[in-house]
């Protein structure tokens, strides 16, 4: 007789948290070449446990290792994305997983190791639940994500065109809720030229480059518009060499970001009108302006995808509301090439990014259990069409 998902469940709880353990006791700092390599080949152990064949693959400039499941499918299937990589250096006192009972805390426990976890398990579990169907989905965790998978997006943007949709191991928020809309991310690096001078001598022979660039910092900082989710943020500024000298040069560092496309379009026409008019002391200015992320934007089709997900959670008496959140995943890049995408479908902790990083234990089982519980609805729901 078909063992039912509860019992599933239960019977592999133990070797769930295990393997959790043992991926999130491994040091994967983005730039850690040794901790990446074994990491990855410990979640292709994990995958050849469960049956799911994780193969190691490259982009064109092949300088980092990624995984992928299903790399011949080109059509007509669910994606699976995640990140291996963390924020954690191996110098850090943060190293291993601490069980407390009710949290899982650890580098990289909520950002992203137990999506991954859920992503491969689920999977496993939907192939005992759906025996005689080969299931339509192909896996992808790359090892650059936190570091902006500069690398990884062109395997993205190449090989998921044929998605009918994507699904985001990132986190759930704090309070369980799930992603559909990211903004997008784009960089704003400007140098300001100057000429130097005596300042007690001969000031005015110089051209103040430090006037300048507050003149620009004002101009960019009037462009926010928080409601409307646009946030022009002139976060770094370096200038001046010494206390008597008019300073010749100075770098402001712009993080920029946006809701939508359309928003993209003016608020970069607005950027740049204010770097190429003539400031007030006459500097030179010279910038670079570019997309690091397109915006996740919500489609009919990823609200679709999103209410039957909180739907599921929500009458298993879990509550689960969608949010939309300022920083930006790889579901940035698959929106963009126009798959929908639900994002934050992981387990539910929170402090990414720092040494209280966690997780609530329960809910790498939970939220496993939603997931299975969506994809045999849309899983049904395709054998229908």
């Known amino acids: 007789m078909k063992k039912n998902l509860d019992e599933l469940l239960k019977e592999l709880k133990i070797q769930i948290y ?42 064109s400039k092949k300088t980092r290792p990624h995984l992928m499941y299903g790399q011949d499918k080109e ?27 009710d949290l899982l805390k650890g580098p990289g426990t909520n950002d992203m ?40 997006q062109e395997i993205i943007e190449n090989q998921f065109k044929g998605a009918l949709g994507a699904f985001i191991f990132e986190p759930g928020r704090p309070n369980g809720e799930i992603v559909t809309q ?46 409307n989710g646009i946030i022009v943020g002139c976060n770094e500024i370096n200038g001046g060499v010494a206390r008597n000298v008019v300073p010749a040069y100075t770098k402001i560092v712009v993080d920029v970001r946006f809701a939508t496309k359309n928003q993209q379009k003016q608020l970069f026409e607005n950027i740049e009108n204010i770097l190429n008019a003539k400031n007030r002391v006459g500097a030179e200015v010279k910038y670079d302006l570019h997309v690091n992320r397109p915006p996740l934007e919500k489609t009919k089709e990823s609200e679709k995808f999103a209410n ?40 539910v902790g929170n402090n990414s990014h720092t040494k209280k990083e966690f997780i609530y234990k329960e809910s790498l089982i939970y939220r496993m259990k939603i997931f299975i519980l969506f994809m045999s609805k849309l899983l049904q729901n395709k054998n229908k069409e």
């Open 18 to 59: 295990n393997d959790f353990k043992s991926i999130v006791n491994i040091n994967s700092f983005s730039s850690n070449k040794d901790g990446i390599e074994e990491v990855l080949n410990k979640l292709i152990e994990i995958g050849n446990k469960l049956d799911i064949p994780l193969q190691q693959v490259y982009s």
């Open 75 to 101: 059509k007509d299937y669910y994606a699976f994305i995640g990140h291996f990589d963390t924020v954690h250096s191996p110098l850090s006192d943060f190293q291993t997983m601490e069980d407390t009972g």
């Open 113 to 152: 190791k137990a999506g991954l976890i859920i992503a491969l398990y689920s999977f496993y579990i939907l192939k005992q639940l759906f025996p005689d169907k080969e299931l339509p989905f192909k896996i992808f965790f790359n090892s650059d994500e936190e570091i902006g998978s500069a690398d990884s």
């Open 182 to 227: 990211r903004k997008g991310i784009a960089a704003l690096d400007i140098e300001i030229i100057g000429k130097p001078a005596h300042s007690g001598v001969e000031p005015w022979e110089g051209v103040n480059s430090i006037l300048a660039a507050c003149e620009i910092i004002q101009k960019l900082e009037a462009l926010n518009d928080y409601e």
């Open 308 to 347: 039957l997900y909180m739907k599921i959670s929500n009458e298993l008496g879990i509550k689960c509301e969608e949010i939309a959140t300022g920083g930006g995943s790889d579901g940035n890049f698959l929106s963009a090439i126009g798959i929908p995408v639900v994002d934050g479908v992981g387990a």
